[in-house]
């Protein structure tokens, strides 16, 4: 009663979890906070609307995503409106990717198992609330997703190209490239020494070829892209840009005592997508008669294999690169499901390649295994339902639990229902969970706020790229993030390389040549933030002595004079605010505590007994402003 070929209500519901996904994304997306990636990357889009790469400005990875990202940019305006309309455009683009691959995977495999494979992907927390992000990294993995299936159509030309393509939009599609090249000559080889033979099987030398011209299509595009830019700007600048920077970002090792805390939150939030892959092994051992996908599940296990391994040797997993694992997890588990229904309807099935005894050793090392994970990273007791997941399984394939009807549906009604919870009702409650948190109403207000202050004139610090149409005036304090707060401590020589990359907007300044900026440049305020918080004192202490608390995570130009100051320099004309315990001469003319005067760019003569403070009082600031927002809430500002 669970396999009838209900085809057309599969397809219905197909559509109606990408719709749902959409629906989900669009109200997530106007509601939760812009990541940090979110306003550094609109900043670096927003310049190929007017810019060539490699020629005018130094590009982050490939480009060709970006040139699509550019259309939402451009076509909206304001400060928050271009970024949150370019993520939902990016959340259009997922759906209509997911749809296609869903409808398009009903050709190799059962609807119920697409429909599976399609929710428990949708389902996981990191594609939630990563995948829609203002990078170009997902974009690249429905690409690796579309090669797959083409080579599933034997269709290799395209398969390379859309790889090929892939890698043009981000380079992060390297490691599917080489874990599909992996499958494909594991593929090859089982093929050949192996007596287990399937009627599709090419002949050894036809798969050869196929490999052959697979990879040959994957290297033409990149060779088509490298001529086309070589031509306005150098080959040497695109090879250096494509390659050896990419080199030396993924050889960054600031983040390496983060790794477990990453993969702890991601296992936590998402414990079945993680779990289960390893126990896809079985669908390869015990094979249902009249099966016609083992091939496909071969070469998947192994493209997921060794993309997993990957991912869990890359010394940066943050939780969006985990989206690099949605092709091959949702094929996999397509075809797991699909196997999984078969073996469930099925009365005889085989062995493969190892004995019972082996067989149910892999099953205890797969649970051992389990137990482990939960207790590493003192994971909810829940989670340990996962276990009865192959239990159940190894019960019913070796014994006659398949001849027993109420212990067949018992069997499969309890693997569904742990497939079901800890697949899909625990990742979308931690989702849920996180809403609070994600909370952007902080971030907006600020940005606006800030927005309008600098509709006077001047500039702001954030650590950050905040606005997407507006650079930052000091070198050193335009992105910061772990590896650049490193190099404030500790300039060593061996991170200079590195930090003088312009796709990054890093630099190689010290301490003192920031300071140095900071005093030259005409910054009207700072937006206050983790990345800030974290800065070396000596650099705070100047700030602090420069601005002074405005309003949430703003801070307004106050500079401090000395009282053995003769003269001060002012940076905006305006009205100022004296702060001082007793009257100070300005320009030869006495002026009271907390009274206001009014002072124009340049120097000015000082004296006084005490140190004070000249306030800047902004004029555009309509009133009163929301005191809901008055403390500095400096966690909230950036995620």
Known sequence: MYFKNTS???????IAICLLYFVIQFFYVSYAALSVDDFWLAFHTFQYKSALPYRDFAPYKTILGYYLLVIPMSFFHGVLTPLINTKIFVASINTGFLLLTSLWLKKFFSSLSVLTGLVLAVSTHFFLSYASEIRVDMLAFWLCLICVLWLFENKYTLAGASLGIGFLVSQKALWHIFAIDTALI???????????????NAPFLTQCKNIFVFN???LLPIVIYIGVWSYYSS???VMRSMFYEAYLVSAIDSYNHYRLAFW?????NNPLFFLLWPLALLSLIVVPANDKNFSKRFFLMIYTTVTSIMIIRYKQPFLYNMTVLIPPYFLLYTAFFSWLYDIYQETTFKLLFVSRKLTMLFIGIYVSAILLVVCQFSLLLAYLMICFF???LARYLFSHAQNNALLKNASFTVIILITLFTGVIYPLTHFMGSLDEMNGHYQKYMMNLANTLLQGGGDYLAGEMLFYNRDQPVNGLKHIGVASLEYLYQPKASSREFMQLDSLYSSADNVDQIIAS???ARIKFFVNNNRFIQLPPKIKDYLLSEYQHFWGSIYLYAPVVKATEDSVFVKFDGRYKLESKKAVVLDGKPVSPNAFIELSVGNHTSRALYRYRLRFIPQNVAHPLNPSYQKDDWQRLLF
Request: charged residues 15%.
């Open 235 to 237: 080959f040497h600048t």
């Open 8 to 14: 057309a209500n599969y397809s219905c519901g197909i």
């Open 186 to 200: 594991g593929g090859l080889l089982f093929n050949h020494f192996s007596s287990f033979k399937q009627k599709q």
């Open 518 to 520: 900071l005093k030259d």
């Open 216 to 218: 040959l299509f994957i």
């Open 390 to 392: 192959p239990l159940l």
């Open 264 to 268: 702890e939150v991601s296992i936590e």
